[in-house]
Structure formats: C-alpha cells, structure tokens
C-alpha cells in the first residue's frame, strides 16, 4: 500500500493511523540481550515455518487440501491401501 494512502486511510482509521508513525522509519533491533541474558538460541527458518505450520493444523486454523486428506484417509482408518 503506498503510504500516501495509509495516512488517507489513517484519517478515518485509529489502527492504520497508528502504524502509519512507523512509516519511512528504519529500526534497527538486535537479539543480542535475549542471547545473553536468557540463553535465547535462534532455529533455522525451515524448521520454524514447518513447525508452525504443523501447529496450525493441528489447532485446526488451516484447511487441508484435498490430496493431503486422500493421503491422511488410509493410515486414519488403520487399514493398509485403503
């Protein structure tokens, strides 16, 4: 969204006006406090976005598709090929 919109549309909105201050903004953050404070180790991107996709769908807030539930039907009914 180009930022003239976001503070045409931050006029009438209070939480796109919020994150229109943050605009043209650069922060600069680091982890290095978490590291050394608390032990904090970062995990490799894969696994992370593996892993919360996992989550999700166990928490059901995706849908699967069709290929993965065929996929899923013969080990859900116990049954070998189907």
């Known amino acids: ?23 043209g903004r650069e922060e600069r953050v ?7 404070e608390l032990g ?8 992370t976005i593996i892993d919360a996709a ?7 807030l995706t849908k699967r598709s069709a290929k993965a539930r065929a996929a899923a039907e013969p080990a859900a009914s116990g049954t070998p090929g189907g």
Do not use: C, Q, Y
């Open 1 to 23: 969204m180009p930022n003239w919109l976001v503070w045409l549309v931050g006029r009438f909105d209070p939480v796109v006006r919020l994150s229109a201050t943050f605009l």
């Open 30 to 36: 680091s982890s290095d406090k978490a590291i050394r």
């Open 40 to 47: 904090w180790t970062v995990r490799p991107a894969k696994e």
């Open 54 to 60: 996992r989550r999700m769908t166990e928490h059901g």
